[in-house]
T-cell receptor, first 112, second 109 residues
């Protein structure tokens, strides 16, 4: 199916565990983004990528790692999950940083 | 970095009413988008509008970049318009979108 898909939709993990959130897009968009959404903070940028093997930090990158070996995939890894990383995570893609963005359906992550 | 302020934070409308949502930003922009987050959490891109005016059905948007604001108009509102409306801007340094905190709209029948 064409579009942008995130997996899993829901995830519960324990403090200290490593967890990876997946994002896949079928448009060959060069740019991909990870945002987190928290009550009172709106959406904040974690990391973004301009192309395969090019990534850059956003506003709240601490505790997260990203990679982009293929244009279509942009996984986000929490190396050692903390309760403060409980959030809804959205992946987005766009043909450029100044083009329209399309968002995935989100992953609701709970760290217990 | 660039600051984005949206108003009002909350809005309750009777079905059929019109509304105007405002987005102010602190610096010049290369990118401005309006999104609707529906009650199921999905983010839908409504408009890509760094300048000018666009219309899509009952929704229209205007951005006056020189005065650093954008407006989203919703006419003849329907209950399906409920949700949170976000304005997001990208600054002149070709940086990714920064989101405002949103306007929560509730349309009641």
């Amino acid at each position: 199916d064409a579009g942008i898909t995130q997996s899993p939709r829901y995830k519960i993990t324990e403090t200290g565990r490593q967890v990876t959130l997946m994002c896949h897009q079928t448009w060959s968009h060069s740019y991909m983004f990870w945002y987190r959404q928290d009550l009172g903070h709106g959406l904040r940028l974690i990391y973004y990528s301009a192309a395969a093997d090019i990534t850059d930090k956003g506003e709240v990158p601490d505790g997260y790692v990203v990679s982009r070996s293929k244009t279509e995939n942009f996984p986000l890894t929490l190396e050692s999950a903390t309760r403060s990383q409980t959030s809804v995570y959205f992946c987005a893609s766009g043909a450029g940083v100044n083009y329209g963005y399309t968002f995935g359906s989100g992953t609701r992550l709970t760290v217990v | 970095g660039i600051q984005v302020e949206q108003s009002p934070p909350d809005l309750i409308l009777q079905e059929g009413a019109n509304s105007t949502l405002r987005c102010n930003f602190s610096d010049s922009v290369n990118n401005l988008q309006w999104f609707h987050q529906n009650p199921w959490g999905q983010l839908i891109n409504l408009f890509y509008i760094p300048s000018g005016t666009k219309q899509n059905g009952r929704l229209s948007a205007t951005t006056v970049a020189t005065e650093r604001y954008s407006l989203l108009y919703i006419s003849s509102s329907q209950t399906t318009d409920s949700g949170v409306y976000f304005c997001a801007v990208g600054g002149s340094g070709n940086t990714p979108l920064v989101f405002g905190k949103g306007t929560r709209l509730s349309v009641i029948a």
